[in-house]
């Protein structure tokens, strides 16, 4: 049994050796992470919109006279040319009532030749006593009586001859007809009920080989925009040189670019929003009226501002923010303002200054105020073609070796 001397100086002995042991362990070192280094640049200033699709030009085709429809001579879906016959009405009643007009127009034409011939011989007559000046003045108003009604048979005349033209309904515009919306056997006329007094409407023609694309513009992001011009954040192009992309409805990109080509100077009171239109080339007819798309509407540019990689950006209920390695070495945190995207990167327009070197990598390590070693963010490489292709060309060739054995 050892003395308690001794068990006082093993005790003694072994706090001195853990002493030794704590101070032998060296602290861990500094997280690594990949930074970027920012500087300030020109950034392209593009908003995101929904449009909808409208014809560039449109056009009702309606009855202009009453009848029965007697037949479509055009095929539905198909381009028709300005003038081309699209449907006849039957003519039967607008051609009788052009003969009964030629035919009063002939008999009043008659009357006017003869009140003539007899006015002028009462004038000749006049000098010689042979007639009275009423009677000459009786036959030169006959005359221009007979005169005015003979105009007034040519305009219902050539009134006749437009109603019986207008029983041979043509188009009006070049474009593609659509479905007819009355057929052969109808009653069509002028004042049906249900188009307001309007004729009956037959078809629609429609123009495509450009398009429109109708969207708004809330007033309040306009007058930033405006605004952000004034101090010279912001350099907005003119209507004619702002590009629109455009993207279908399957997410793919339509591919041809059009140009901002109307913007409304009035704001709509109910919803507060600015009507703009822009026009695209359509000559594979890929865009159809009606149809959704969404848009990409470049203004201009935006100056001053800092591009950083998507995943660089946190956020949390103050809002956005960045970890950046200070001069010192250590991890600061900045608010900053990111509302629009140019690719894999955000556009951040306050909250940086040049030469920060932002976190991308390696967030989740970096504590705020301690220091951290840092390398340069090198952003993925895509895989190379060959690669994928063996890689598919391999799979088969396992599975066959499989089934082999």
């Not at 020109?42 to 029965?68: D, I, K, M, W």
């Not at 009643?93 to 009043?108: E, G, H, I, T």
């Not at 952000?228 to 670019?257: A, F, M, R």
């Not at 703009?276 to 865009?287: D, F, G, W």
């Amino acid at each position: 049994m050892k003395s308690r001397p001794q068990r006082a100086s093993l005790s003694y002995l072994c706090l001195i050796m853990l002493a030794a042991c704590s101070k032998s362990v060296p602290p861990p070192p500094p997280p690594q992470v990949a930074v970027v280094k920012v500087q300030s640049q020109s950034a392209p200033l593009e908003r995101q919109f929904v449009g909808r699709l409208s014809a560039y030009y449109s056009a009702n085709v309606t009855a202009r006279v009453s009848g029965v429809l007697l037949r479509r001579t055009y095929t539905e879906g198909s381009q028709v040319r300005a003038g081309q016959l699209l449907f006849e009405i039957d003519p039967a009643f607008y051609r009788a009532q052009l003969d009964n007009d030629l035919a009063v127009l002939a008999q009043d034409q008659a009357t006017y030749v003869n009140d003539r011939i007899t006015a002028a011989r009462n004038r000749k007559l006049l000098p010689v006593g042979s007639v009275s000046q009423q009677t000459v003045d009786n036959s030169d108003a006959a005359e221009r009586s007979a005169a005015a009604k003979v105009k007034a048979d040519e305009a219902a005349v050539e009134s006749a001859r437009i109603s019986l033209n207008y029983t041979y309904v043509t188009s009006p515009i070049s474009g593609i007809a659509g479905q007819q919306q009355a057929t052969a056997g109808a009653v069509v006329g002028t004042s049906t009920s249900d188009t307001g007094g309007s004729g009956t409407l037959l078809t629609t023609v429609q123009q495509i080989d450009r398009m429109y694309v109708n969207f708004t513009i809330s007033s309040s992001e306009l007058a930033t925009l405006q605004q952000s011009e004034s101090n010279g954040s912001v350099e907005l192009l003119q209507q004619k040189h702002t590009s629109v992309q455009i993207g279908l409805p399957n997410h793919t990109s339509y591919g041809t670019d059009g140009t901002l080509d109307f913007s409304d100077v009035s704001v709509n009171a109910a919803t507060g929003a600015i009507n703009m239109r822009a026009l695209v080339a359509n000559p594979q007819r890929r865009l159809l009226p009606g149809m959704y798309v969404t848009l990409t509407v470049n203004f201009g540019r935006q100056n001053n501002v800092f591009l950083i990689p998507q995943q660089a950006l946190q956020r949390d209920t103050v809002g956005g923010y960045v970890l950046v390695v200070g001069a010192d070495g250590k991890v600061v945190r900045k608010d900053v303002e990111a509302h629009d995207s140019l690719g894999n990167d955000w556009i951040v327009t306050h909250g940086l200054a040049d030469g920060d070197e932002i976190i991308v990598t390696g967030v989740q390590m970096a504590k705020e105020g301690a220091p951290a070693k840092t390398v340069a963010w090198q952003p993925p490489a895509a895989a190379p073609a060959s690669d994928s292709a063996a890689s598919a060309s391999a799979a088969p060739a396992s599975a066959s070796a499989g089934k082999a054995e």
